[in-house]
């Protein structure tokens, strides 16, 4: 008797003081990224929020995909530096962006090894092994509720990285499955409900964007069921909660938090089950995780001792980017694309030169000096610039497939050097296109019987760039040099390490017509 009054005494005194009914209504919050394409100093302040909100909540912290890739400090470690900072944080669920695969799958694998974190991917499969590479989903406990958390990469991998999927015979030996991803994402859904999952969360690497071949996330929620939530990457949107319809008509959220750490996602389950999503601002957060903020500022430092050396003055930003923070360079001509693709063609002697814009990644806001990691980060990829044999008629296919998905912003969309061409968004045609005579500097109509000479990486020939329109192209020269290593010869030797008014405005290669 005295021991059950014991008990209940103690029990009154945790109730007046919140413990025991806080536990009961304590609430799980999810905090999500996507893309953060290397913008490493997010992650003291993603982590310190992580902490701030632990003190009332549990707290799980995911990623969507696309963070070893992107900027100088990714391209400069081939993504170790990121990785490290990833390792200092107690991720409970990461999945696979399309960038994951730029360094070849050695590399990824190297570099997940090192993530203390479960990586889940439900339609990356090895074909030689015949079964999928990491587990679909991950489950873990919050409290007495238990969720999964389901993984899927983007298909187009395969086209837009091929070579990471192919031996060097050119045979496929991992498979991201596109004509299955709601098959899969299904399977791996009803195996943790049968799990005891009481929620489901899919951390998606898929998008919003139109081309990807109806395995965009809108498509997978609507041909499924029992997904409760998406925590979406991919398509660079900034998405709070957008509702889509599941296969039974439940209305499913999905959201998406922009890019570049712009936002950090904010998942709140109450007690009650309901959910509600909102995107916090980065700069709005004021707390940072002091072990990551000094991690990330040791990084810094090795960083500017490699890049900060000063290689060209500029008088004008090099952008790819409207004013309103749009992808510009994905829809139409910029200055950006302009100098990159004339470095290329004048360096090489090429008739043309092309290339897909998704290479050229960051903007250069700056006039005046710039650095070594200034024009880096313009193009960061081990992308090696090669020249090719192309005939007139395969150009004119290449040009009506790239504008083939405006005015949505696409990664293939090309920039241009020593031709011309308008693109027609009503039908998606392609007209007036015109090629520059390297004797008279005057512009021509296409001989579509002539063979060209085009420069542009290696990935746009052999390795799935400009989807695979230029596959089977003879490859006349390789330059043994990265895309960044060419323009920089172009910029220092050609130029003179000067970038001057000419380049102030896009040229009127590109004109786009409704």
């Known amino acids: 008797m005295k021991r059950t009054l014991i008990i209940r005494m103690l029990v009154c005194a945790m109730m007046m003081m919140g413990g025991l009914t806080s ?23 993603l982590a310190g929020l992580r902490d701030a909100i632990a003190d009332t909540a549990y707290v799980a912290l995911v990623s969507n995909g696309d963070y070893v890739q992107g900027m100088t400090v990714g391209a400069i470690s081939k993504g170790q530096y990121v990785v490290d900072l990833m390792k200092a944080l107690p991720y409970d669920a990461i999945t696979l962006g399309n960038h994951e695969y730029d360094y070849g799958m050695e590399r990824l ?66 498979d ?55 925590l979406d990457g991919h398509s660079h949107a900034v998405i709070v909660a957008d509702t889509v319809l599941n296969k039974a008509g439940k209305p499913v959220v999905v959201t998406q938090t922009g890019t570049k750490f712009a936002n950090i996602g904010k ?57 309103e923070g749009r992808e510009a360079i994905r829809m139409g001509e910029t200055n950006a694309g302009n100098i990159v693709t004339d470095a290329y063609r004048l360096m090489t002697g090429s008739d043309i030169a092309v290339l897909n814009s998704g290479s050229i990644r960051n903007e250069i806001k700056k006039t005046g000096d710039l650095t070594y990691g200034d024009l880096l980060s313009l193009l960061p990829y081990d992308n090696y610039i090669v020249v090719a044999e192309v005939k007139g ?81 003879k490859i006349i020269l390789e330059t043994k040099k990265t895309y960044s290593d060419v323009f920089l010869d172009f910029i220092t030797e050609r130029l003179n390490g000067h970038i001057g008014q000419e380049y102030a405005k896009p040229q009127g290669r590109i004109t786009v017509i409704k």
Do not use: W
Request: hydrophobic letters at 40%; one cysteine or more.
């Open 109 to 174: 694998f190297q570099l997940l090894r090192q993530v203390p974190a479960p990586i889940v991917c439900a339609n990356l499969y090895d074909v030689k092994l015949e079964r999928t590479v990491f587990a679909p989903y991950v489950m873990k406990r919050f409290g007495n509720k238990k969720i999964a958390f389901v993984g899927a990469s983007t298909p187009t991998s395969m086209e837009t990285e091929a070579y990471a999927f192919r031996d060097d015979e050119g045979n496929i030996i991992y």
């Open 23 to 45: 536990f009961a209504q304590k609430s799980i919050v999810v905090l999500y990224e996507n893309d953060v394409h290397c913008a490493v100093d997010g992650y003291a302040k």
């Open 267 to 323: 998942l709140t389950i109450a007690p009650d089950g309901k959910m509600t999503t909102e995107l916090i601002p980065v700069e709005s957060v004021t707390v940072k995780d002091s072990y990551v903020a000094e991690l990330t500022d040791s990084i810094h430092a090795i960083l500017d001792a490699q890049t900060n050396r000063v290689m060209c003055q500029s008088e004008v930003p090099l952008r790819i980017l409207d004013d």
């Open 393 to 473: 008629s395969t150009l004119l296919n290449m040009l009506k497939k790239l504008v083939s998905f405006l005015p949505e912003p696409d990664g293939q969309f090309p920039q241009v050097s020593g031709m011309k061409f308008t693109a027609k968004v009503s039908d998606h045609s392609v007209s007036n296109v015109q090629v520059l005579n390297g004797a008279t500097q005057q512009y021509e109509p296409i001989n579509p019987d002539r063979t060209y000479t085009v420069a542009t990486t290696k990935y746009c020939v052999t390795d799935g760039g400009l989807y695979n329109t230029l596959q089977g192209c």
């Open 176 to 230: 991201l499955q596109i004509e299955d991803i709601p098959a899969l994402v299904q399977k791996a859904v009803n195996e943790a409900r049968r799990a005891g999952a009481d929620y489901v969360i899919l951390d998606s690497h898929l998008g919003e964007e139109k081309t990807n071949r109806n395995s965009d996330s809108h498509f997978v929620v609507a041909n499924t069921t029992g997904i409760d939530i998406v």
